[in-house]
């Protein structure tokens, strides 16, 4: 009987809208135990599973994203070293963000953004939620232009604007939470102390982050910010092919350079097949030969 109590309970936890998660167990939990179904340390179970659900499904706000943001930064740079070898050529590619950013959707997150470059010959690129975005020497190297290098950058900031990490964040917390809820009533039982469990379920949330700098985003979220990308490009008035450009180049390093991009990416033949089949969608004047001087300029 207990037992199925306990099951009903957790059901109806999972099953409820966030806002009434809390109040909706602690009333069950509490009713149960008046009756004499539960005993008391079931029911301090059940209400501290429920706050771990209710707290998982909670809105992330744009502060919350920010300071996450600056902790995935932070991982980040605890493993690459910032190159401050060319100043301008740092501004000029904040100068390539903000031409995309201002012409978004989106143009204005918490705190900015920010383009930083990474002191690396790999070939690779990184953004967080907080709008700090990374990209190594090689792949700078690697540009051909300044419509590739936007192509770049867009791609980054299309991770943010859709929200791909904060996303996989929530997923994760919310997976992490359901399976406290199991154990804490199965942890009445056994002696374990359901705060230890919580504890667990709160620090999963570092690793999280952790995980997603070292395997990458899914191939659908690639796509999509590939996808994204070609439009935010269009909207600056960069040629969307620059996109193209880059991942060809990715495509004729793979075999020479397997980290990188080709460590956390889809092939680059599938995203040129993703990217090909929306770039007829984008038609903008080809104007990168206006451009061609002030690139060379910078990353000379």
Same mark, same amino acid.
């Given at each position: 009987?207990?037992?199925? =109590?306990? #099951?009903?309970?957790?059901?109806?936890?999972?099953?409820?809208?966030?806002?009434?998660i809390?109040?909706?167990?602690? #009333?069950? !939990?509490?009713?149960?135990?008046?009756?004499?179904?539960?005993?008391?340390?079931?029911?301090?179970?059940?209400?501290?599973?429920?706050?771990?659900? %209710?707290s998982?499904?909670?809105e992330?706000t744009?502060?919350?994203?920010?300071?996450?943001?600056?902790?995935?930064?932070?991982?980040?740079?605890? &493993?690459?070293? /910032?190159?401050?070898?060319?100043?301008?050529?740092?501004?000029?590619?904040?100068?390539?963000?903000?031409?995309?950013?201002?012409?978004?959707?989106?143009?204005?997150?918490?705190?900015?953004?920010?383009?930083?470059? /990474?002191?690396?010959?790999? #070939?690779?690129?990184?953004?967080?939620?907080?709008?700090?975005?990374?990209?190594?020497?090689?792949?700078? !190297?690697?540009?051909?232009?300044?419509?590739? /290098?936007?192509?770049?950058?867009?791609?980054? =900031?299309?991770?943010?604007?859709?929200?791909?990490s904060?996303?996989?964040?929530?997923?994760?917390?919310?997976?992490?939470?359901?399976? =406290?809820?199991?154990?804490?009533?199965?942890?009445?039982a056994?002696?374990?102390?359901?705060?230890?469990?919580?504890?667990?379920?709160?620090?999963?949330?570092?690793?999280? =982050?952790?995980?997603?700098?070292?395997?990458?985003?899914?191939?659908?979220?690639?796509?999509e910010?590939?996808?994204?990308? @070609?439009? @935010? @490009?269009?909207?600056?008035?960069? &040629?969307?092919?620059? @996109?193209? &450009?880059?991942?060809?180049?990715?495509?004729?390093?793979?075999?020479?350079?397997?980290?990188?991009? &080709?460590?956390?990416?889809?092939?680059? !033949?599938?995203?040129? %097949?993703?990217?090909?089949?929306?770039?007829?969608?984008?038609?903008?004047?080809?104007?990168?030969?206006?451009?061609?001087?002030?690139?060379?300029?910078?990353?000379?």
């Amino acid at each position: 009987m207990k037992k199925t =109590v306990i #099951i009903a309970i957790i059901l109806c936890i999972s099953l409820q809208g966030c806002k009434s998660i809390t109040a909706i167990a602690d #009333i069950g !939990a509490q009713v149960a135990g008046a009756a004499g179904v539960i005993d008391q340390n079931t029911v301090d179970a059940i209400s501290s599973s429920a706050r771990a659900i %209710s707290s998982a499904a909670e809105e992330i706000t744009p502060e919350q994203e920010y300071y996450i943001g600056r902790a995935v930064a932070a991982t980040i740079l605890s &493993n690459y070293r /910032l190159w401050d070898g060319d100043p301008a050529l740092t501004a000029y590619l904040n100068h390539i963000c903000k031409a995309i950013v201002i012409n978004s959707d989106n143009p204005e997150i918490f705190g900015g953004y920010r383009v930083a470059i /990474l002191d690396s010959d790999e #070939i690779n690129a990184f953004a967080t939620s907080s709008g700090h975005i990374f990209i190594t020497r090689g792949l700078i !190297a690697g540009a051909g232009s300044e419509d590739a /290098l936007a192509a770049v950058i867009a791609h980054e =900031v299309a991770h943010v604007q859709l929200q791909h990490s904060i996303k996989a964040i929530r997923t994760s917390r919310i997976t992490q939470a359901l399976m =406290v809820t199991g154990t804490s009533a199965a942890g009445v039982a056994t002696g374990y102390n359901v705060n230890e469990l919580t504890s667990i379920f709160e620090e999963t949330v570092n690793d999280i =982050v952790s995980t997603l700098i070292n395997n990458g985003y899914s191939q659908t979220q690639e796509f999509e910010a590939d996808s994204a990308a @070609l439009a @935010l @490009l269009a909207g600056a008035g960069y &040629n969307p092919s620059g @996109l193209i &450009n880059v991942l060809q180049e990715l495509e004729r390093t793979q075999s020479r350079r397997p980290g990188g991009f &080709n460590r956390t990416h889809p092939t680059p !033949a599938s995203r040129l %097949s993703n990217a090909r089949s929306e770039l007829g969608r984008h038609n903008v004047a080809d104007t990168s030969a206006s451009r061609r001087a002030r690139f060379e300029a910078a990353v000379r």
